[in-house]
């Protein structure tokens, strides 16, 4: 059973910065795209980035290029979003997943197999 580990969320100021982290467990890096997806109340769940199988390739959503920035270390089983320059409407919870093998980075909910349980994230004005 695949579990993912989401952390680094909190309540933060517009403008300021947070890390989130999200650990694999058993690995399950290998030749897997890594995604982020964030949920604000009374929404549905939306894409946020996605990353490659060997960093080779990132998708950003429209609304947060050049603030966000997704990476990974296979070697910890780890990815990681970077948030810069947080505004109030990235407000929400955010969930990392797990894409299937081979395939590419995706924007599509139904292209990731396994899911974290989510990580708050506030950001006030």
């Known amino acids: 059973q695949v579990q993912l580990v989401e952390s680094g969320g909190g309540l933060v100021q517009a403008g300021d910065s947070l890390r989130l982290s999200c650990l694999a467990s058993?690995?399950?890096?290998?030749?897997?795209?890594m995604g982020w997806f964030r949920q604000a109340p009374g929404k549905e769940r939306e894409f946020v980035a996605a990353?490659?199988?060997?960093?080779?390739?990132?998708l950003y959503t429209d609304s947060v290029k050049g603030r966000f920035t997704i990476s990974r270390d296979d070697a910890k089983n780890t990815v990681y979003l970077q948030m810069n320059s947080l505004k109030p409407e990235d407000t929400g919870v955010y969930y990392c997943?797990?894409?299937?093998?081979?395939?590419?980075?995706?924007?599509?909910?139904?292209?990731?197999?396994?899911w974290g349980q989510g990580t708050q994230v506030t950001v006030s004005s």
């Open positions: 997943a797990v894409g299937r093998t081979y395939y590419s980075a995706s924007s599509r909910p139904n292209d990731y197999m396994y």
């Open positions: 058993p690995p399950t890096f290998n030749y897997t795209p």
């Open positions: 990353i490659n199988w060997g960093s080779a390739n990132t």
